[in-house]
């Protein structure tokens, strides 16, 4: 065999092993993604039946209802579309009804969400006092601006 062959067949061999462990590392990740879907995606059959994936919306106002033990069942609306979720575990400290929520679980087999994590979202106002500083210190040199002008 020349050496030019052989650098051809190394190179077709390393080839080979790139592209396996790129199939291994998307088919890796791709098991532990987990997308976000409105209501009105899941009522839309937009959403995976049988795999993990995180609904998001506001908890309806009226629909907490706290079972035996540590068990939760609520309702997240995108106000076009409800889906029932049960929780099993603690809430967290900022989830209230009428507020934003994330939900990461799978849907039942009898249509209810069933949730493995809840994650409630900040109010909406929040900005870290570094944008905030930013954002008035522009808006007080815009206005400066257009009183010059």
């Known amino acids: 065999m020349k050496a030019r062959q052989k650098r051809f067949g190394f190179l077709l061999v390393g080839l080979a092993g790139l592209g396996l462990a790129a199939w291994l590392l998307l088919s890796a990740l791709d098991s532990n993604l987990s997308y976000f879907f409105s209501p009105s995606e899941v009522a839309e059959n937009k959403a995976p039946v049988d795999h993990v994936y995180r609904l998001g919306g506001l908890v ?22 409800k889906v029932d979720v049960a929780y099993t575990g603690i809430l967290p400290d900022l989830f209230q009804e009428g507020r ?45 601006a ?3 002008l």
């Not at 309806?60 to 579309?81: K, M, P």
């Not at 009898?110 to 909406?124: P, T, Y």
């Open 100 to 144: 934003g929520v994330i939900a990461q679980g799978r849907m039942g087999s009898d249509g209810v969400f069933v949730a493995d994590q809840v994650l409630a979202k900040h109010d909406e106002n929040y900005m870290p006092p570094e944008v905030a500083e930013a954002l008035q210190k522009s808006h007080v040199e815009g206005i400066s």
């Open 60 to 81: 309806e106002s009226g629909s907490l209802q706290r079972g035996q033990e540590l068990t939760v069942r609520f309702v997240i609306t995108d106000n076009a579309h």
């Open 146 to 148: 257009m009183q010059k």
